[in-house]
């Protein structure tokens, strides 16, 4: 047993979806995920997204309302960035989209991290993060005593 989940990792990342056409706009425009495949039946539609191939992000059109961060469930989607210059390229393409931001530009993980990002909220308002491991360590820590991307 151990040895199986010594190798376990996240294969791909489901979300419920109030209008599969606004989403994936979104997913595949603004973030740069491919179409994969995707389910145009009415009462079963959905968007298969990822890169290189692989499949990283589904679609659902199920959801009756837009995410609530207080009930039971995803509390965030992180995506990782290989550079802290990759991360402000996003937050300029999403601004320019007029996405909603939960804080103004990179801001680190924690006080005194090297680790950071951006945080915003999708059409439904599921929160995001894109971040990266280092590069972030002049900018402000926006919540004192908890990590950033945890109250946002």
Same mark, same amino acid.
């Given at each position: 047993?151990?040895?199986?989940?010594?190798?376990?990792?996240?294969?791909?990342?489901?979300?419920?979806?109030?209008?599969?056409?606004?989403?994936?706009?979104?997913?595949?425009?603004?973030?740069?995920?491919?179409?994969?495949?995707?389910?145009?039946?009415?009462?079963?539609? @959905?968007?298969?997204?990822?890169?290189?191939?692989? +499949?990283?992000?589904?679609?659902?059109?199920? =959801? %009756?309302? *837009?995410? &609530? #961060?207080?009930?039971?469930?995803?509390?965030?989607?992180?995506?990782?960035?290989?550079?802290?210059?990759?991360?402000?390229?996003?937050?300029?393409?999403?601004?320019?989209?007029?996405?909603?931001?939960?804080?103004?530009?990179?801001?680190?993980?924690?006080?005194?991290?090297?680790?950071?990002?951006? @945080?915003?909220?999708?059409?439904?308002?599921?929160? +995001?993060?894109?971040?990266?491991?280092?590069? =972030? %360590?002049? *900018?402000? &820590? #926006?919540?004192?005593?908890?990590?950033?991307?945890?109250?946002?």
């Amino acid at each position: 047993m151990t040895t199986a989940i010594s190798k376990l990792r996240t294969g791909h990342v489901g979300l419920n979806v109030t209008d599969l056409a606004r989403s994936l706009v979104f997913y595949r425009d603004a973030l740069g995920f491919e179409l994969l495949g995707e389910g145009k039946e009415e009462d079963r539609r @959905f968007a298969l997204l990822g890169r290189d191939g692989e +499949l990283v992000l589904a679609l659902w059109q199920q =959801a %009756e309302g *837009a995410y &609530a #961060p207080g009930a039971a469930g995803l509390h965030h989607l992180a995506l990782s960035a290989d550079a802290i210059e990759e991360v402000r390229e996003y937050e300029e393409r999403l601004r320019g989209l007029g996405v909603d931001f939960a804080y103004e530009g990179v801001v680190a993980h924690g006080e005194g991290a090297a680790s950071g990002g951006i @945080f915003f909220h999708d059409p439904d308002g599921t929160r +995001l993060e894109i971040s990266v491991p280092s590069g =972030a %360590e002049d *900018a402000e &820590a #926006p919540v004192a005593g908890a990590p950033t991307c945890g109250f946002f």
